[in-house]
């Protein structure tokens, strides 16, 4: 082992030592993409979207609606499928144009079963967020 990996190897070592913990991983990127409202279904939809298909899967998508200030109240929620695809059943909105957005909190998911003698493997997955969406009615 080369000299400088050997101290990079003993500074994480080190760290987990002192501190009791293995350095944070980072957030994997979570999009909500394509969020609407489909006067056909009368529902809020859209697909959360990830590099890593585990952040994906059973995510909660919050619904919220977002007056001229800024600020979120939360209409409801809807979970994704394994795909991301989510659909939030809102027949009362169809005459109602405003500004909507959905958000999905992060959250630490299980990644596959691990083989034997191996860890759980985990993935950090972001927040994510439509952006206010704009629906004219």
Do not use: W
């Amino acid at each position: 082992m080369s000299s400088s990996r050997r101290n990079v190897v003993l500074t994480v070592a080190s760290a987990v030592l002192i501190t009791g913990a293995a350095p944070a991983a980072a957030k994997i990127a979570t999009n909500v993409n394509g969020f609407q409202y489909d006067q056909n279904t009368l529902a809020f939809d859209g697909t959360v979207q990830s590099p890593n298909k585990h952040c994906v899967a059973g995510r909660t998508v919050t619904i919220s609606s977002v007056d001229s200030g800024g600020t979120a109240t939360a209409l409801g929620t809807a979970t994704t499928d394994k795909t991301g695809l989510f659909s939030y059943s809102a027949p009362d909105y169809n005459s109602k144009p405003g500004t909507y957005e959905a958000t999905v909190a992060a959250t630490k998911v299980k990644g596959p079963k691990p083989k034997h003698h191996h860890k759980q493997t985990y993935y950090n997955c972001a927040a994510g967020s439509s952006g206010p969406t704009q629906y004219l009615g």
